[in-house]
């Protein structure tokens, strides 16, 4: 060590300044504990690097060098350094490394025998001490640094549906060897790791049924594509070892699956003696790993139900758990208690309260519980619960100063001597106060005329603070049937996915003819109970019981609510609603309803059920008498977490959905996530705006064949809040995975957009009665009464129907024309209550706009058209128009005002063409010319935006056209046309405008990028305002638009140009003007961006192995285009031929296996982006040993 303390000032000014890190390269971590952080933060700043990473690059390169330099080329392996040297503590700094360098630090490793991430860690500490030896020689004090904040891991996470291949777009740092997977699916799933080649490297985990668990990856940095197998939505997150289950020094571990435990040091001094318990009947298997990240031992390795100890190897690091049922470890001779079972929450006005059984001790009395608690939409991070601890004969415990309406996730655990046992499961629950109001009593209706007089009784207790809510359906402001109609998604999957009843982020839907079960647990109940629930069947199917696929809810007596996946295969035509049916079996003709057009929700993702909804359109409306429809929920701060649901369909009581009936069922449940909690069980992606997480007691919920079905609240009234969406298909209402619904409310503008808002509501009322106005007589309305306590719960609606009765409907407005002294005026006779028709209709006229009327004498008579006559040519009137019947005279129509006499305006007057100094007018000949032959047309002029006009002098023609000359080039000119006749002269025509002279912008302007130039093609102008096109002028901007430099290519009046000089990867705007001897155009604008292919590849380095070889480079210059895939390329034949494989765009190293031992072998890349693929990098040829 003389020799380096004499050279290390040579050292630190050549390897410092050889340090610096590449744009784009492979990424290393390694950790180190938190009381030798600041020493390497001190000597980092000492020696001028950019801190920790920057340190244990510059030493690897100094021990590199120092190597070389003695020339100690072979292995030293007997040093034992991969024992020795940890590279995982808890603070994690990452270096990159690319090409020539990736080699050196393999090289170095390899020498060692110990992995990159420890070779980092040698580096950084010879560098340290190197940096001490200079301050103490140089008489420098080392004051070192306060520890700083811990930086965050960043996850590479990749996630997906099914059985797919998905590659990485980046490489994999090698220290990345903890996998977190998770599957949501009943059949298989298997993760292996393929290199660039698509060779088979490690299979990371081939299980059946759901998966949550943690596994080891034991060479991350080769991994270049995932390929799955899978049959529900799977993720696969790499994370380094330093994130692993923390274990040992008084931690125990447990689970149902597999984890990756981190001991806090190496196993020294035969001090790994642990003690396991298994409880499943499959395969236990503990694997060790050293320092080195490779695996030593198998010290357990155990089929079925087992408990015992076993001695971990001296140097064990790390170790991987295989399990297929429940585990617990622990250090030392004893083992923690069992594990408690679902604790029983109950819910209270800012509580929870917490009750649970003792477990098994597991050999040592039980010493306390923990019960731990955080917001569910919180991350799982220790320091987002809040931890109670309860003594160890406590069974209960109440949590208090909680938030109503937000879901908690609440866990127990028992302790003994030996340490804590495995958390119960985890029960969502959310505070909500219990003190509901009874419902209202005698509720009665009067009617009026046009309105109804509403009375009742307060509610029996719980009457404190009560308001009451009242809640009516007005059809009068129902949407109709939209024009366009979505019959059918031909884009979709569904149809494909539907057949896979195991698919687990499946759609609760089953193919018709094949019934599947639907509602799980729950209790039979009558349709009575439940009127807006309808069921959704095959229309060419003719038993209800085969026929039924769906469910859906009734909005409005014309409207049904379903799932998107129920219909988006489907036409209108293919399916029928049936109403008002409890049992299957039961369904006639007469309860089918046809469907008249099916909607589906613009923005549903059949790929993620996302948006899962549809409104069918019926072609008929349902009567009162066979269902009752309920409204939805459309403002987005409700329901909240906890509040409590109901869910119906028909179906089965089995959540292996084998056993199923035709009875109509409901499951009570609650509300699992409010408005912004992202939390729904397991389900990944979950979004509370447009999703929502329901759930009840374990067993119960909805299954295949409820897909559309109502979930319901009693908010005011009773509510549609959620559409049946998905679940966790062949385990029904599963508690890990919760039924999922679409939430009503985070689409309530699309359906309002369809079906109008008929609900109306008064809240806040504090009277026991309450009158209602502007209702239609004659028409049957049914009222829904509520009340609400001063906590905002509200009791279940009382109903009540009347039917108001009075005097005909006000008329629509008439339609009048006038004639030569005459007016004829039409009208749609309105709405009369049955029993009392119209018996004649009263007309008024007014001759001072309406100040004043006079009734006319028209005689009795029920006839819509009249015309009257002796008026005054061009005298303007006014008419109204008033029913009569029994009741007495209804409301008058508003009036429509008849010029007697004079013609109407023209109609689509428009400037047909501009020149040099003119314009050209067209218009339409009026509909009515007031009894008078049309004579003339009168035209003005104006220049100032229709301020002031002036008459233009055109001569007497009765033509529908005219030419305007005169005009100023390059000045807007605005006209207006009116018809004349013998009577008089119409009103105006609306005004139309043209620009004489001045050319209109060019059309079509497109831009086609190039290196370093654009392209640009456009169609000529279509008015040249009267001069020829003499040039177009082209400017470019890069930025946005704020200064403009001119683009000089002559005078031209091609249309087209080549914009040359541009910088490649730079946004610019261009724009095209048209030049005339008038004038120039407005500019017409587009956007592009220059752009070439990719450089080749370079400062590359490639390393052989046993049956392999890998190939390391520096991202090159993408171009001036994103690079969207790499190339790597194979020879084996001296370059002839070459197979070429896909590696993600950040790749930057690739390692390819399954090579012959002992031949050579020729590699190289070539990078590509949008434009197209690069050259090739120059070929490194290695043997393969």
């Known amino acids: 060590m003389g020799a380096l303390v004499a050279g290390v000032g040579l050292f630190l000014a050549v390897f410092v300044g050889l340090a610096a890190s590449p744009a784009s390269a492979g990424a290393v971590g390694s950790g180190y504990d938190e009381v030798d952080v600041p020493d390497l933060l001190w000597a980092a700043d000492h020696l001028d690097l950019a801190g920790p990473a920057e340190l ?24 034992g350094y991969g024992a020795l040297i940890d590279p995982y503590g808890s603070r994690r700094y990452e270096s990159v490394w690319a090409g020539e360098e990736l080699a050196m630090l393999d090289w170095v490793a390899d020498h060692y025998c110990i992995s990159r991430e420890q070779a980092q860690v040698f580096g950084a500490a010879l560098l340290s001490f190197f940096a001490g030896l200079d301050a103490g020689s140089r008489g420098i004090e080392v004051v070192r640094p306060d520890l700083p904040v811990a930086t965050e891991v960043a996850p590479v996470a990749v996630s997906g549906t099914g059985t797919q291949t998905v590659t990485l777009t980046t490489g994999l740092p090698a220290d990345y060897q903890v996998v977190a997977l998770t599957h949501a699916g009943t ?12 060779n088979e490297l490690e299979v990371l985990v081939a299980r059946d049924g759901t998966f949550h668990g943690r596994v080891v990856a034991e060479g991350p940095e080769s991994i270049a594509t995932l390929a799955v197998t899978a049959d529900g939505d799977w993720t696969a997150t790499f994370l380094p070892v330093t994130a692993a289950t923390p274990f040992g020094t008084g931690r125990t571990a447990g689970g149902m699956q597999d984890d990756v435990l981190l001991l806090p040091t190496a196993v020294s001094a035969d001090a790994g003696l642990v003690t396991a318990r298994y409880d499943g009947g499959a395969n236990f298997i503990v694997w060790e790993f050293g320092p080195d990240g490779r695996p030593n031992a198998l010290p357990i390795n155990q089929i079925g139900a087992w408990s015992g100890q076993a001695d971990l190897s001296d140097g064990t690091r790390f170790l991987e758990v295989a399990a297929t049922g429940e585990w617990v470890m622990a250090e030392g001779a004893s083992l923690p208690p069992r594990r408690v079972g679902v604790p029983g929450v109950t819910r209270g006005d800012g509580r929870l309260d917490v009750a649970w059984a003792a477990p098994a001790d597991g050999g040592s009395p039980l010493t306390s519980f923990d019960v731990w608690i955080k917001v569910a939409a919180a991350d799982d991070l220790i320091q987002n619960w809040t931890k109670v601890e309860a003594a160890a004969g406590a069974t209960t415990h109440t949590l208090t100063e909680l938030v109503n309406g937000t879901t908690y996730h609440v866990v127990v655990r028992a302790r003994n001597a030996a340490g804590a046992g495995p958390w119960s499961e985890a029960v969502a629950m959310a505070p909500l106060s219990a003190s509901a109001p009874d419902a209202v009593g005698s509720l009665a209706a009067s009617a009026g005329d046009r309105q109804a007089q509403l009375s009742w009784v307060a509610p029996a207790s719980g009457s404190d603070g009560v308001t009451y809510r009242v809640t009516w359906y007005d059809e009068d402001l129902a949407g109709s049937e939209p024009s366009a109609a979505t019959q059918s998604r031909p884009d979709s999957t569904r149809a494909e996915r539907r057949e896979r009843s195991n698919d687990q982020r499946s759609v609760q839907v089953a193919p018709p003819l094949r019934r599947l079960p639907m509602i799980v647990g729950g209790d039979t109940v009558s ?46 035509a ?17 309860d089918r309803h046809a469907v008249a057009s099916i909607h589906i929700h613009p923005d549903y993702d059949s790929e993620l059920v996302l948006h899962d909804l549809a409104l069918l359109y019926l072609a008929a409306p349902v009567t009162a008498a066979d269902a009752d429809p309920i409204p939805w929920q459309s403002a987005a701060t409700a329901p909240v977490s906890g509040t409590p649901i109901s869910v119906a369909g028909w179906g089965s009581t089995d959540a292996a959905g084998e056993v199923f009936g035709a009875e109509l069922r409901s499951s009570a449940g609650s ?79 699309w359906i309002e957009d369809l079906v109008g808002t008929p609900w109306r509501e008064v809240a806040g009322l504090t009277d026991l009665a309450h009158t209602v106005t502007g209702l239609v007589n004659g028409r049957t309305y049914t009222f829904r009464v509520s009340a609400t306590n001063a906590y905002g719960v509200t009791s279940g609606s009382t109903v009540v129907s009347v039917t108001p009765v009075g005097p005909p409907e006000q008329p629509a407005v008439p339609t009048g024309v006038g004639g030569f002294g005459s007016a004829t005026l039409t009208w749609t006779a309105p709405f009369a209550a049955d029993g009392h028709s119209i018996t004649d209709y009263v007309i008024e006229y007014s001759v001072d706009d309406g100040g004043t009327w006079v009734v006319l004498d028209d005689g009795v008579s029920t006839d819509t058209t009249v015309t009257l006559h002796g008026f005054d040519n061009g005298r303007t009137m006014g008419y109204r128009v008033a029913a009569v019947n029994d009741l007495g005279t209804g409301t008058p129509s508003e009036p429509v005002y008849v010029l007697i006499g004079t013609p109407d305006a023209p109609t689509d007057v428009a400037v047909a063409s501009v020149g040099d100094g003119q314009a050209s007018l067209a218009w339409t000949a009026p509909a009515a010319d007031g009894g008078s032959a049309i004579t003339d047309y009168a035209v003005d002029l104006s220049t100032d935006g229709g301020v002031t006009w002036v008459r233009v002098d055109d001569g007497v023609a009765a033509t529908t056209g005219a030419t305007v000359t005169g005009l100023a080039n390059g000045t807007t000119a605005t006209f207006r046309v009116a018809t004349v006749t013998a009577v008089g002269t119409s009103p105006w025509s609306t005004t139309t405008s043209g620009v004489p002279g001045r050319p209109s912008a060019v059309t079509d302007l497109v831009a086609t990028s190039g290196n370093a130039e654009a392209t640009l093609a456009w169609t000529a102008t279509v008015a040249d305002g009267g001069s020829p096109v003499t040039d177009h002028l082209v400017e470019h901007s890069s930025d946005a638009g704020d200064t403009w430099t001119r683009f000089e290519d002559g005078v031209d009046a091609a249309t087209g140009a080549t914009v040359t000089g541009l910088v490649n990867g730079t946004a610019y705007r261009l724009r095209v003007a048209v030049v005339t001897a008038l004038g120039t155009s407005e500019w017409a604008e587009v956007e592009v961006m220059p752009a070439t292919v990719p450089d080749a590849p370079a400062s590359l380095s490639i390393m052989a192995g046993e049956g392999r070889l890998t190939l390391s480079w520096q991202t090159p210059s993408n171009g001036g285009s994103a690079i969207t895939i790499v190339h790597v390329e194979l020879t084996g034949d001296g370059g002839t031929t070459w197979r070429s494989f896909e590696a993600g765009a950040g790749t930057t190293s690739a390692t390819i296996t399954g090579l012959v031992s002992g031949q050579e072998y020729g590699m190289r890349v070539r990078v590509a982006n949008a434009v197209g693929t690069g050259e090739a990098s120059a070929a490194l040829s290695a043997v393969v040993t």
């Open 56 to 79: 244990q690059r510059t030493g690897v390169a100094v021990i590199n060098f120092i190597l070389n330099l003695t020339g100690r080329t072979d292995a030293e392996c007997d040093l």
């Open 187 to 198: 059949g298989s799933f298997r993760v292996a790791g393929l290199d660039v080649a698509g």
């Open 527 to 572: 349709i009575a109970d439940h009127p807006h629930t309808v069921a959704v069947l095959v229309a060419s199917v003719s038993s209800g019981f085969n026929a039924q696929y769906c469910g859906g809810t009734l909005v409005t007596p014309r409207w049904v609510v379903t799932a998107a996946h129920c219909v988006d295969d489907k036409a209108a």
């Open 574 to 590: 293919e399916i029928d609603v049936a109403v008002g049916i409890t049992n299957l079996d039961a369904v006639t003709a007469a």
């Open 671 to 749: 509300v699992l996530a409010g408005p912004g909690e992202d939390v729904c069980g397991n389900w990944q992606e979950f979004q509370s705006a447009h999703e929502l997480c329901v759930g009840g007691e374990a067993g119960v919920g909805a299954c295949l064949g409820d897909s559309g079905g109502p979930v319901v609240a009693e908010l005011g009234t009773t509510r549609l809040v959620g559409v049946v969406s998905y679940g966790l298909t062949g385990n029904c209402a599963d508690t890990l995975f919760p039924n999922v619904a679409t939430r009503v409310s985070g689409h309530a503008d």
